[in-house]
């Protein structure tokens, strides 16, 4: 829902829609126009972190898109929104990738507002800070809006202070009156090409994730490539992208000690043992899992490996672990791929970030479960352990955006770390 200045200017300027539409925000708390009344006959799906009137999906877009489609909304509406989340570059990926190529995306943000706590009020933006978090976005139409009525106040492409005009005066203090922020924009249009094809769209730059990497990542994943990979005969169930950024850390960062969580059938412990091995390393792999029944390994290791069984976030594997690893040593890389629900993984990243020291390497795999974009049914995993942990403790990790992109398709979207 939005206020009678936000359906004015979405209604004026885009009157009509050719397909589904994505509000974000939806709930109707009884003092907000409308927006899907302007759009009665097409498909309509209202967003918002609670239940309630006007709401569909109860969906934390900061998290994810749960098991909302990508490429597929012709219009996503978000006003009055992105003020409200902590990592609002976050969700603004997020809305990029449910937006088709060519549709339109219309966000309204407050400039100058009071605190609003909904559940909490962390930003203000101009309309370049929009334009910053939505790189794949271009936008045609910007415009300041105050509290009255159908006062609109277009915005200059120069950003020539049109704001600090209208600032008045009183006893020698300048005050400037309520505006809002409105930009509507497309998401750019992928090239034409055959059915069924992938194909990299426009990207703003070498960081930028397009959605051909979630779109590859997905047919991956779906077709269970990654269950049919082996290492020197050994199963090996990770993304290939994945396993060639590791082998470029470990050899930038100088890495000597990996402790690995979900042995499974010890392909990548046996896959590190080598890189460290070819850097002759005065480390040790260090793996863990809950049972050997997969093993395809020796049980008992083999050079510069140690297995080890249990729970792997247990106080005593934690000990176990903390007496291999010497007080003075090279760097660590830690990669953990154990059980991949919530609980756990956020008790792994509670015993594990302490053992690592500043520049220290931290990967959580498997975060693109539970709609981020595969298997949308599994319920909060190991993104919604790492944004909790992060949240938590937002001094300890420095993700690594440049290195998880590199590829534009990894099983651990927002999982690449520096021990900070």
Known sequence: MGDINQRLFLTRYLPEVDGPILEVGSKDYG????????????????VDLSGGKNVDRVIDLALGTGDLPHSHFALVICCSVLEHVRRPWEMAENLTRLLRPGGAIYVAVPWVWRYHPYPDDYFRFSWRGVAE???????SNRLYSTNVQDEF????????????QLAKYVEQRKYLPYLQVH?????AQHPAGEARSLELGHASGPNTVDGAGDQYLRWYYDTNVWKRLNYRGVRILKNVSDLWNYQEI?????????????TRHGGSALYFADLLAARKG???????????????????????????????????IIDEIRSLLPAQRGPLFVILDSDHRKEHVL??????VPLMQPGDYLIVEDTCVNGHPVRPEF??????????????????LRPDRSREEKFACTFAPRGYYVRA
Do not use: C
């Open 31 to 46: 003092n907000t126009a409308s927006f899907r009344d302007a759009y009665v006959s097409k498909e309509y799906i209202g």
């Open 133 to 139: 978090i939505f790189p794949r976005i271009m936008w």
């Open 153 to 164: 106040i277009e915005i200059p492409s120069d950003g020539s202070g049109v704001d600090n």
């Open 183 to 187: 930009m509507l924009g497309t998401k």
């Open 250 to 262: 470990i050899h930038e960062r100088r890495i000597e000690w990996v402790i690995e969580t979900g």
């Open 282 to 316: 005065a480390g040790l792999v260090i793996s863990v899992d809950v049972d050997h029944d997969a093993l395809q390994i020796p049980s008992a290791g083999m050079p510069g490996l140690r297995l080890l069984m249990g729970d792997s976030a247990s106080p005593a």
């Open 347 to 352: 008790r792994e990243l509670n015993a594990y």
């Open 379 to 396: 319920g909060p995993g190991p993104m919604e352990a790492i944004n909790t942990f992060v949240e938590d403790n937002p001094a300890a």
